[in-house]
């Protein structure tokens, strides 16, 4: 059983078990931008290959119907439910690198994980629809990114859990809607 001191209010096993890798990424920001500048290109690579697919094959709007509940739901649980300091070791600054879906500017928004809730949305997607290369990719890019997040010191453990949790939620309520739209309205199988 862990016992935290009273002038601690939360432990992160993970932050502990990364500590080096923190302070490694610390001591140079060179890297430092390189390695956002990667995840933000993997979180691209998954936004852009999935508008792809959906351009040209056009199988359902689960997935817009559970972006458009996802992200709203985020910022409002961010600016009016739980506000949080960040973490003792940020180091999510703006690396100078464009990525067309990942915001790098100065936010307050640590709870829930979208970058977590995203690549679960876009990996139960690709699992829908059958697509186990893509299901894999974006397995792959949700690996790295939690890894990112986490020695970067830009979630908590449980900002992850929650974003994987209200992501699974949220892509079932998606379907639901998905089957007005795509069934009832236009018709579709």
């Keep these: 059983m862990f016992l935290l001191p009273s002038d601690v209010c ?14 490694w990424f610390g001591a140079d920001l060179d890297r430092r931008d390189i390695y956002l500048g990667y995840a933000g290109y993997l979180m691209d690579f998954m936004f852009i290959s999935w ?17 458009l509940i996802f992200y709203p739901t985020r910022s409002l649980v961010q600016n009016n439910l739980c506000l949080m300091g960040r973490p003792e070791g940020f180091l999510f600054y703006d690396p100078g ?25 876009f990996v139960s997607e690709w699992y829908a629809l059958g697509k186990r290369w893509m299901l894999c990719a974006v397995s792959f890019i949700m690996f790295n990114e939690w890894l990112m997040l986490t020695i970067l010191r830009t979630h908590y453990l449980i900002d992850f859990t929650s974003g994987i949790a209200v992501a699974l939620i949220f892509f079932k309520l998606g379907e639901k809607l998905d089957y007005f739209a795509d069934v009832l309205v236009m ?3």
């Design 51 to 67: 508008a792809v697919y959906w351009w040209w094959r056009f199988d359902s709007h689960r997935i817009i119907f559970t972006l």
């Design 10 to 23: 939360i432990r992160d096993l993970m932050f502990e078990a990364t500590g080096a890798a923190n302070a």
């Design 97 to 121: 690198i464009f990525s067309i879906t990942t915001n790098y500017f100065d936010t307050n928004d640590f709870y829930y994980s979208g970058h977590i809730g995203s690549c679960v949305m």
């Design 187 to 189: 018709g579709s199988p």
